[in-house]
């Protein structure tokens, strides 16, 4: 094997890496764009639970928030969980996938919460 060939061969080798690692770079960022994406989602969602629970909105827009979670987990599969963030008494964030399906009730807005009749 020639001089010249072993260069060719280390060029080609170079680039293979170099492919692999522009590849990797770019999951990273499109996991990261679902990732932002999804928190965004589960944001809305928590809007609208929230405005129907207390201030009583329309179940429309909860159901639109569900709708929404369920495309973006069916294009982009499910999200990693973030063990960094939450309550650092738990030990971060939650482990478990993404609830489907429709929201839970909660009960009316004007519930009181358990316990707060002093007892």
Known sequence: ???????KQGAGTALNKAQQ???QGKAKIDQA?????W?????????ALWAEQREGGSSDAVTAAWAALDEHLAANGPIE?????????NGGGST????TGD???YGSPTSE???SDGT
Do not use: E, F, Y
């Open 113 to 115: 919460a358990p316990g």
């Open 33 to 37: 764009q679902s990732k932002r994406q």
């Open 96 to 99: 478990a996938p993404p609830p």
């Open 39 to 47: 928190d965004g989602l589960l944001h809305n969602l928590g809007a």
């Open 21 to 23: 690692g522009v590849n």
């Open 1 to 7: 094997m020639g001089l010249m060939d072993k260069v």
């Open 81 to 89: 969980a973030d063990t960094t963030a939450g309550d650092a008494a």
């Open 103 to 105: 929201a839970p009730t």
